[in-house]
């Protein structure tokens, strides 16, 4: 059974069309010890049918150690979003509800390599003299 609706399909491709380049979703998951990760990988592998700017690659998060050190992933399922690099990106968990939304925007930016900040932003950012690590957190509504 698709987890997407043909609504939700259409609304998907619409977005996607946005997509500035090529963007890969690398999906690291386990098949046991997690609820999530066949939804998960099912609910990314529906995405990337929208677009064909969109790749997929499924790890196993036990097999593929080396990968998912290299990615900064310990837990499953997680969501890599590459575009031309690796900015970064991670969703773990199913990005269902509204993390959904961020999911497809993440990967336009990504596609795009620049994001979309103000001025007054990116002149803030270029203050920064550390690396930042940033985490946001969401619980199932």
């Given at each position: ?56 690659e499924l790890l196993n998060l036990h097999i593929d150690r080396d990968r998912a050190?290299?990615?900064?992933v310990e837990r499953v399922p997680a969501i890599v979003v590459e575009g031309a690099r690796d900015y970064g990106i991670r969703f773990f968990g199913m990005p269902a ?45």
């Open positions: 059974m698709a987890i997407l609706t043909a609504r939700d399909e259409a609304a998907v491709r619409g977005e996607l069309a946005k997509l500035a380049g090529p963007v890969k979703l690398v999906v690291f998951s386990a098949r046991l010890g997690s609820e999530t990760c066949a939804e998960t990988e099912q609910l990314v592998r529906e995405v990337a049918e929208c677009s064909d700017q969109v790749s997929v050190l290299g990615y900064g509800g509204y993390e959904f939304t961020n999911l497809i925007d993440a990967m336009i930016v990504a596609s795009a390599g620049v994001p979309q900040l103000g001025a007054a932003t990116l002149e803030r950012l270029t203050t920064l003299t550390t690396p930042l690590h940033i985490q946001v957190f969401a619980t199932p509504t």
